[in-house]
């Protein structure tokens, strides 16, 4: 169930969206509530600003912290390593992510998303650990991707299965505080990242935040980075869990990214 409107103040015009997903009826919201947040998230839009270009502390929203993660899942795909069309090509055994942050996938949870007791070859899938203690132990293989290694199908053919990214406890509105002053992103655009280099390039939209504490929207920024110096400098996750997703993980702090803007 989903519901996106465009709300209009004084000539200007911006749209958001909300909706509920879930496997069973009982674990959608209602409609009531989709419509409600859907109106929060448009109004909290109206008369954004455009910022200077400057290097800030980011936050990535939960619901664009999970897009975060899910340019791993191509990096370590076994068709990008064979191809070696990949920038962790050597980072197999080797950290990646801070050494407090684990990955773990969970294919036969009950009621999730992406939950399945065999991949799209009918290769049995089974409860790993992506990422453990920040350290990439294996890759994402299908049949014949591990072929071309030498290795043995993980179970990954058609995708991942319930990644779960476990937060250090902080809700959002600490995270707010940590960061002081800097960027909160709740919207992305294009496709500029570089699956060979790591450069990580996209249009954005979100909110200024100022002494922790958001103090107006902004859209019409660039954000720039590369994805090995953004995964490895995360400073915290926080607990505000999105689960709407095959990537369930809350909120992403990073330390500082290039911002473009005015």
Same mark, same amino acid.
């Given at each position: 169930l989903s519901s996106c409107v465009i709300a209009e103040e004084n000539g200007d015009m911006e749209r958001d969206y909300a909706y509920t997903i879930g496997r069973a009826m009982s674990d959608l919201q209602t409609p009531?509530?989709?419509?409600?947040?859907?109106?929060?998230? @448009?109004?909290? *839009?109206?008369?954004? *600003?455009?910022?200077? @270009?400057?290097?800030?502390?980011?936050?990535f929203a939960n619901e664009v912290a999970t897009g975060l993660f899910g340019h791993l899942v191509g990096a370590i795909a076994g068709g990008s390593v064979y191809r070696k069309s990949t920038f962790l090509l050597d980072s197999l055994g080797k950290q990646i992510l801070p050494d407090w942050l684990t990955i773990e996938e969970h294919p036969h949870l009950l009621k999730g998303l992406a939950s399945t007791p065999f991949d799209s070859e009918g290769v049995r899938t089974e409860r790993r650990d992506i990422i453990k203690d920040g350290i990439l132990t294996q890759w994402l293989l299908t049949s014949y991707s591990a072929r071309k290694l =030498?290795?043995?199908?993980?179970?990954?053919?058609?995708?991942?299965?319930?990644?779960?990214?476990a937060g250090q406890g902080l809700?959002?509105?600490?995270?707010l505080k940590e960061m002081g002053t800097g960027l909160v992103v709740t919207e992305l655009m =294009?496709? =500029?990242?570089?699956?060979?280099? =790591?450069?990580?390039?996209?249009g954005a939209a979100g909110f200024w935040v100022e002494n922790g504490e958001i103090q107006?929207?902004?859209s019409e920024i660039t954000i720039a980075g590369n994805l090995k110096d953004m995964w490895r400098n995360i400073v915290t996750v926080g607990n505000d869990i999105e689960t709407r997703s095959n990537i369930q993980c809350g909120s992403v702090l990073l330390p500082e990214m290039k911002i473009a803007g005015q």
């Amino acid at each position: 169930l989903s519901s996106c409107v465009i709300a209009e103040e004084n000539g200007d015009m911006e749209r958001d969206y909300a909706y509920t997903i879930g496997r069973a009826m009982s674990d959608l919201q209602t409609p009531e509530w989709v419509g409600a947040d859907c109106a929060r998230r @448009t109004l909290s *839009r109206l008369s954004p *600003r455009k910022l200077s @270009t400057m290097k800030a502390p980011v936050i990535f929203a939960n619901e664009v912290a999970t897009g975060l993660f899910g340019h791993l899942v191509g990096a370590i795909a076994g068709g990008s390593v064979y191809r070696k069309s990949t920038f962790l090509l050597d980072s197999l055994g080797k950290q990646i992510l801070p050494d407090w942050l684990t990955i773990e996938e969970h294919p036969h949870l009950l009621k999730g998303l992406a939950s399945t007791p065999f991949d799209s070859e009918g290769v049995r899938t089974e409860r790993r650990d992506i990422i453990k203690d920040g350290i990439l132990t294996q890759w994402l293989l299908t049949s014949y991707s591990a072929r071309k290694l =030498g290795l043995k199908s993980t179970g990954h053919a058609g995708g991942i299965h319930n990644w779960r990214i476990a937060g250090q406890g902080l809700s959002f509105e600490q995270m707010l505080k940590e960061m002081g002053t800097g960027l909160v992103v709740t919207e992305l655009m =294009g496709q =500029g990242v570089s699956a060979i280099t =790591g450069d990580y390039s996209r249009g954005a939209a979100g909110f200024w935040v100022e002494n922790g504490e958001i103090q107006y929207p902004v859209s019409e920024i660039t954000i720039a980075g590369n994805l090995k110096d953004m995964w490895r400098n995360i400073v915290t996750v926080g607990n505000d869990i999105e689960t709407r997703s095959n990537i369930q993980c809350g909120s992403v702090l990073l330390p500082e990214m290039k911002i473009a803007g005015q």
